[in-house]
Nanobody, 122 residues
């Protein structure tokens, strides 16, 4: 029933920008926060940003000032604008839904999208 579809990944050069999208369906209006996480093989999932039901946003120190999360309620879509990309940003990016907005606890997220690959070349 609940569906989150992450898209927008691809190949980008160092210093470039990319915008990811998370299309959300099957979740009650105004009841879930949407978070962005990323993961590389063999590593734990890393929280980047989330947007709460009120529209308040939160960022990890790693991406603060470079990434920005926003939402388009009419389209039921959350975006992650990524600027000044670095090779270390290369990862599979996931969006998830949680009752509370958190960038530190992936276990608090009840639903996840399939992920989209971002590759930053040097």
């Amino acid at each position: 029933e609940v569906q989150l579809q992450a898209s927008g990944g691809g190949l980008v050069q160092t210093g470039g920008s990319l915008r990811l999208s998370c299309a959300v369906s099957g979740i009650g209006t105004g009841h879930y926060a949407i978070g962005w996480f990323r993961q590389v093989p063999g590593k734990e999932r890393e929280g980047l940003s989330c947007i709460g039901v009120s529209g308040a946003t939160h960022y990890s120190d790693t991406v603060k000032g470079r990434f920005a999360v926003s939402e388009d309620n009419a389209k039921s879509t959350v975006y992650l604008q990524m600027n000044s990309l670095k090779p270390e940003d290369t990862a599979v990016y996931y969006c998830g839904a949680a009752l509370f907005c958190s960038t530190t606890s992936p276990e608090g997220y009840d639903y996840w999208g399939q992920g989209t690959l971002v590759t930053v070349s040097s």
